[in-house]
Structures are given as C-alpha cells and as structure tokens.
C-alpha cells in the first residue's frame, strides 16, 4: 500500500478533471480570441472556468486572471504592483519572512535592482502578527505580502487585520492562498485583499495553471505583454483544456470544501495526536496557532529529518521536509528558522499534508509504523555519536 501524505507540494488530479481535460483538448481546440465557432466554443469554456475560480473565492469573474500557476500569480502581483508605483516614488517593498520562495525570492531580487525591502518575522507559534507588521510599514511602502496559509506548518494568518494595517499605510495588499484555496473557506471580501494568488495543482487540478485575483482598481503592471488576452494583464493565447481543469477541480473543491475540511481535521488530529503519544521527543510546529486542516509540521529529537523521510518512503509513506521546492538543498527550513526553533529542532522536522485519498486505515498504519523506525534513526545516530567520540 502507498501512502500519499505531501498533498502541500502537489495533489493527484481528480478523475473528473482529467476526464474534462481529455474531453477539452479533443473537442475544444479552438483560439478563444478566435470569432468563429470554434473560437467561440474556447471562449465559453473560459468563461465557464473563470466563474467556478471566482466562486470559489468570492470574486466576481472579470477579476481573475488566468496564469501558468501559483508561482506566476505571486510574481505578476509583486513585479506588477513594484512597476505600477515606481513613478509615485513608492519603492519599499514588504512581505513576511515565511513566504514561499516565489514571493520571497522575487522581493529580494527587486532588492537587488534597488527597492528597499523589509521581512516581518512571525512569532514563534508561526503567526505574522498586525503589530509586527505596523513596525516596518512606511509612507513609502507600495505592497505589502504575507500569504494565508503557510506550506510547511499549515499555519493561517490573520489577513483581515495584516490588510486593514497596510491600507492605512497606503500600501497594496497581496496575499499568496496557494495552500488556503481548497482548504477552508476563502473569500475575497472578507480577506481584504486586493491581490490573491492561486494554483490549481494544490486542489486536484492541472498542474501549470492558476489565476491571480486583482481587485477591481488595483494598479498593477501587465505579467506579460503582448496580445489583448486576460484583458490586456497576461498576454498568450489561452491554455484552454488545462483551464477547463482548474475550472472543474475548483467547482469540486466548492462542493465538497465542507466535509472534507472537517474530515481532514479529524485524520490530521489523530496522527498528530498518535504520534505525540506513542513516540516520545516529538513536538508539533506552530500548534498554538489556527491551522489548515491538512498539515501537521512535527519534529523528531534525535533524528534527522532527511533519514525518517527516507525510511518512510521505504515504507510506502511519502512525506516531506519543508517546501518541494527546497527539498533535496538540505537547506534548514526558512519558515521554521523565523519562528525561532532551535537548529537541531528544524533539522528534525517533517511536514505531513493529507488529501482527499486519505483514509483512517493509512493514517493507523503510520502510526504503526512510526514508533520503530523513529527508535531505530535514534539507535543508529546513538551509535554514530558513540563510535565518533572513540576516533
Ligand atoms: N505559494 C505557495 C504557498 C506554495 O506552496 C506554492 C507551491 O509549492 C507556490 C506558491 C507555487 O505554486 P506553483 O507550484 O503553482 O508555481
């Protein structure tokens, strides 16, 4: 039996979406900007996609606009607000400390072209907290980004209070739900955002779409130029079939949101739980704080995370250190070293996400499984220790 437990880098496609997408690249073939009917059957298959993402967020569809994914969205909201405000004189740039490389990344790399870029840090419970934030905003500020819900801890903000605060600064707020869409309840009036990124392969969809939502009267520069596509924002002949997924997997995401979100609490309660229980050094990150349901982030004293991932793989049990995209660097996790863990603590840290294919019986057969090998990492490392002190 394989377990999947890493749904926060990436999530099975649902069949439904793949028998959308299948039906879409035979049938709707057509250039959506295309006046004939084939042209116009791609334009309503858009339509229809870009009302299911708005719906599941809240937002009237003539603000969402289509990219190739998650990481996309992130650099057309913070290139394009840093572009669109440059001429104001408004060059500093905010996001928190916790982000995912797409955001973080892209506001360092602005910083090295001259913005002044601040990071907020999070508490050690992993929370950006309003306060945090008020301390670094400027009247030169021009966007402020902090995601909504963290990758590797699973960790909500509180973006009401984070947005209300750059606001009043006149700030841009943009805010990365990527791991929040699909998850719990997303919705763009309550959010008070004016910038939210998405990628559908983080809810079953098409991996290499997503959208950015912009709200309407927000400045911001083109992600691409070129043609009149995504009025005028994003450039490119539509990626029609695979936007037919994202339109599907969003509709079903709305569907079964509700049950699925309390199932997921449940399951990820009783590893969580099982595993503080049965094996002994072990620790929960950013448990204090509001959390998706999916994620539990724990670490193993006296282990190294990259062994226990392995040795579980071997088991069949797929999980993950940090983020997809720094696993394999052996890079100490960015977010948890913000929240003020001990080194030793980050090294030993494991993040397991479930999803929709998660059962009772795969979560008892980790915990099963969880106590020997965690004792056999420790025996090893113990003898490690041991035989390095007689050299
Ligand atoms: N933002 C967050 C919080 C993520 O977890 C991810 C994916 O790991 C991304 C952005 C990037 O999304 P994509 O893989 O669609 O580019």
Known sequence: MRIYLDHNATTPVAPEVVSAVAEALRATFGNASSVHVPGQQAR???????????????????????????TEADNFAVRGVAEAYEVSGRRHLVASAIEHEAVLNTVKALGRRGWAVSLVPPDGSGVVSPDALAAVLRDDTALVSVMHANNETGVVQPIAELAARAHRAGAIFHTDAVQS?????????VLGADLLSLSGHKFHGPKGVGALWIRK????????????????????????????????????????????????????DRLEHGV??????????????????????????????????????LEGIAVSTGSACSSGTLEPSHVLRAMGLTPHRVQSALRFSLGAGTTDTEIARVLEVMPSLVARLRSLAGAGARAGLRE
Do not use: C, H, W, Y
Not at 181 to 189: A, E, L, Q, T, Y
Not at 255 to 268: F, G, H, M, Y
Not at 282 to 303: D, M
């Open 44 to 70: 309503t298959a858009l339509d229809d996609a870009r009302a299911s993402v708005a719906a599941l967020i809240g937002a009237p569809p003539g603000e969402v606009v289509f990219t190739s994914g998650g």
């Open 181 to 189: 869409v699909g998850k719990i309840p997303v919705d763009v009036g």
């Open 217 to 268: 009267g927000t400045k911001l520069a083109p992600a691409m130029t070129g043609g009149r596509q995504e009025r005028g924002r994003r450039a490119g002949t539509e990626n029609v079939p695979a936007l037919v997924g994202l339109g599907v997997a969003a509709r079903l995401a709305r569907e079964t949101l509700t049950v699925e979100r309390a199932r997921l609490a449940a399951l990820r």
């Open 276 to 313: 503080l229980a049965a094996v002994p050094g072990t620790a929960v990150n950013g448990a204090v704080a509001a959390r998706v349901p999916n994620t539990t982030n724990l670490s193993f004293e006296g282990v190294e995370a990259e062994s226990l991932l392995i040795a579980l793989d």
